[in-house]
């Protein structure tokens, strides 16, 4: 007990003083968390959109497929996109395997079920009145869709952040596709399992009091964007 009282002890002072492993690693996450959830918001936004204007035979199963797919395991996505771009999948020649970028594809199919189903819930909440009130006053289907989707703007919002802070806190993409490269693609989840493996306690302590903290911020701001929704 008294060792781990030490190691925690360690742990916040090598945050608050700065300790260069610790914040790089940190800076890495983020970096490619929302490089991801920014990749991810252009795609599938206007993909949930899309789906939640359409009519056609089987929208309420393709609609709960995307809900399904919200706590799809990471490993599998990380097995499915190390076949992609493994020297014999089809992105082989790409060159990409154990890098960021990888990690990146990986993450933006991760979080696109959550981005694309939240967006799709976000639209049904606004109701048919601002559709029906954009097509009366001659609103083509693209403006009309946009001014449904800004009506609702604070819970479209809140599936970024959704997807941001999964894109954070996953482990299974990051280890399988980046590989855990020191200085290159080791992340919080990823340096933390390391750490544990190696005995760094106090480290590995230090990377999860930062990631315990990046994800109450993105639920503060969800509840934040939430209420200011309802205002």
Known sequence: MSHLIEATGIAFRMIFTGDPLVFRVTLRTLYIASISTVAASLLFIPFGTMI?????????????FIQTMYSVPTVFVGMLVFLMVSRSGPMGSMGILFSPSAMVIGEVILISPIITGLTIAALKGTGAGVADTARALGAGPVRMAAKVLFEARYAALTSVLMGFGRAVSEVGVAMMVGGNISGYTRTLTTAISLGIGKGETAQSIALG???LSLAMLVSIAVNLIQHGGRK
């Open 52 to 64: 939640h204007f359409a009519r056609f035979r089987g929208r309420r199963a393709v609609v709960g």
């Open 209 to 211: 009091i930062i990631l």
